[in-house]
């Protein structure tokens, strides 16, 4: 099964800072862990939300809202993809991560084909037609 | 360290160790990136309900635990340095060629995929007792062979490695192929191989037969949610609604294979194998099919792993870059084969063709032909369908 680890952003994320080099050393051994165990699918680092934007919807109406964002507390600064076989095993790979400072990183199990009903399985195949 | 029950101790003893120090302290700094790897939290959920660890905790006691501090730290040490060095022993050990495939692959299963003998027994259809007693034997074989506990070298690793390889695809092949065993283990026995596979990448980078495998894997896993239809019927892979497929085993493949072809040299069956794969991942629709280049891969693969079903894979290839003349040509040369004298694919091959070509008397006896060998029904049913088709002298599609 996997798992998006996601991780928050902040000030520093915000204003394009990368962490500093002991950390990003740090980053990279751990990534290497995940991977000599065969358990990271993906890692990605995303950039400040000022490059990015939102859109939002209203009836017809789409408007666009250019960054940066505000709402500081739901940024997300990067993530992890993670093929493992439980949730627990998910959790003990991400208390290893070297993070500190009350930092929270949140972990969602992903949906599969699979955990989806037939129907809506055929509703897609319908709309494929 | 010689002995494989020896190892296999080693990891559950430190498994347990493990498991009652964290609590206490947190996951150690470096605990050894294999206790994960070997995706032992099936075998941790386990122990922690099972009687084992109830034992082992009254057997260590409380008096025990300074000197259990300090095993544990040695063990860490130790586990660091040597880990990958050792879980490749393991790998090479449990894929010994002095066993039968069946052992290797209870053996991989149990010692590297960390399921239980109850679990194998269910995904290949077998009593419990006859997988438990598999290992057992295996285990004998073993050290009665005195298998020395080692990465081969030289010669030999290139023939143990391809044994390695085997065992993992043929893993694969049982979650993906579905010949047997409950459903639900089907896709875990993919994700095991996928995941053995691509440990085995990253002990032995620089064998691109390793990355070979891992790219084949990757691609075949990527299609899994499109082959099958929602009443569980096979879809084939020019049906299958290609967004199904899963963009992120793709690009895992697409890159896997990427790094089998840098190392160098005349690409190996597994790599040219998911080279072919990878034509089929890079075509959006399938009229973008690269067949040209499919059909130089299959000649290829023919000159260092000829088989008939690979020449009839071939004729198929060339038929659809060259034209059907083309491959029409190829496949007249397999007929006379024994192997390929039941498999009804040659005639629906040979029918189709000739079809295409117009010769619709000959290709519907080809798929009357074809129409009597299959076993499936709903495969007779269409073959059928084109022999009558071309009786109507409609080409069929």
């Not at chain 1, 209203?58 to 250019?66: E, L, Q």
């Not at chain 2, 009443?231 to 497929?245: C, I, K, Y």
């Amino acid at each position: 099964m996997r798992f998006m680890v996601i991780v928050p952003g902040d000030k520093n994320s915000e204003a394009g800072l990368l962490p500093p080099k002991e950390l990003f050393a740090e980053m990279g051994r751990y990534n290497e862990e995940l991977r000599k165990a065969g358990v990271l699918l993906e890692a990605d680092g995303l950039q400040p939300t000022s490059k990015g934007a939102k859109v939002k919807f209203d009836g017809a109406k789409r408007t666009v809202i250019d960054g940066p964002f505000t709402e500081a507390k739901e940024l997300i600064a990067g993530f992890w993809i993670f093929e493992v076989k439980s949730k627990q095993e998910a959790i003990e790979w991400v208390k290893r991560a070297p993070f500190d400072g009350g930092v929270e990183i949140e972990i969602r199990q992903i949906f599969e084909l699979s955990d989806f009903p037939p129907e809506i399985q055929g509703a897609r195949e319908e709309a494929r037609r | 360290m010689r002995d494989v029950g020896l190892a296999e101790e080693l990891a559950q003893d430190a498994l347990v160790a493990a498991l009652e120090r964290w609590p206490e302290t947190g996951i150690p700094d470096k605990p050894g990136a294999w206790l994960m790897a070997t995706a032992k939290h099936r075998a941790i959920d386990l122990l922690r309900r099972s009687k084992r660890l109830e034992r082992k905790h009254e057997q260590l006691g409380r008096e025990l635990e300074t000197q259990q501090e300090i095993a544990m730290s040695d063990l860490d040490g130790a586990l660091d340095d040597d880990i990958g060095d050792d879980l490749l022993r393991l790998m090479f050990i449990a894929c010994h060629p002095v066993l039968s495939t069946e052992a290797r692959v209870a053996l991989t299963l149990r010692l590297l995929g960390g399921l239980t003998t109850d679990e194998i027994a269910r995904a290949f259809l077998v009593g419990e007792a006859t997988v438990a007693q598999r290992i057992v034997r295996a285990k004998r074989t073993l050290s009665e062979a005195r298998v020395p506990f080692e990465v081969p070298r030289g010669d030999e690793l290139a023939a143990r490695l391809s044994s390695v390889l085997e065992v993992i695809y043929l893993i694969f092949n049982e979650g993906y192929a579905a010949t047997a065993g409950d459903d639900w283990m089907r896709p875990a026995l993919c994700e095991d191989a996928l995941r053995l596979g691509r440990i085995l990448a990253e002990l032995a980078p620089q064998e691109p037969e390793v990355h070979g495998l891992v790219a084949l894997m990757e691609i075949q896993a990527s299609r899994s949610g499109a082959r099958t239809g929602p009443a569980g019927e096979p879809v084939l892979l020019f049906d299958q609604d290609r967004a199904r497929w899963d963009r992120i085993l793709i690009r895992r493949g697409l890159a896997a294979l990427g790094r089998a072809e840098q190392l160098g040299g005349a690409l190996g069956p597994y790599a040219l194998q998911a080279a072919i794969a990878a034509c089929h991942a890079r075509a959006r629709t399938p009229d973008e099919t690269d067949w040209a280049r499919i059909a130089a891969l299959y000649d290829a693969l023919a000159q260092i792993a000829p088989s008939p079903v690979v020449g009839l894979n071939r004729a198929v290839a060339v038929s659809m870059a060259f034209g059907p003349a083309a491959g029409l040509e190829l496949v007249d040369a397999l007929t006379s084969e024994p192997s390929l004298r039941a498999y009804h694919l040659l005639p629906t091959v040979r029918g189709d063709l000739l079809a295409k070509l117009g010769r619709l008397g000959e290709a519907r006896a080809e798929f009357e032909r074809a129409a009597s060998l299959t076993r499936n029904a709903r495969e007779r049913e269409l073959l059928l369908e084109r022999a009558a088709a071309c009786v109507r002298g409609a080409v069929p599609d």
